[in-house]
């Protein structure tokens, strides 16, 4: 009985973890995408501040 139970307990804990797991590789990726595309938006505000520089002249 005593087994059965630290078993179970165990199981519950590696559920857990794995699903603790998943979450923050999920969060990563999240953040990873949005820093990307903040980094896209302003390398484009960065060519189109250019191409105005440029055609100013």
Same mark, same amino acid.
């Given at each position: ?5 630290? $078993?179970?307990?165990? @199981?519950?804990?590696?559920?857990? $973890? /794995?699903? $603790?797991? *998943?979450?923050? /590789? ?10 990307? *595309?903040?980094?896209? @938006? *302003?390398? &484009? ?7 105005? @520089?440029? /055609?100013? &002249?």
């Amino acid at each position: 009985m005593f087994i059965n139970k630290r $078993d179970k307990r165990v @199981q519950q804990y590696k559920a857990k $973890d /794995e699903a $603790d797991r *998943r979450r923050r /590789e999920k969060e990563a990726k999240a953040q990873a995408e949005e820093i990307a *595309r903040e980094k896209k @938006q *302003r390398r &484009q505000m960065e060519r189109q501040e250019a191409l105005q @520089q440029y /055609e100013e &002249q």
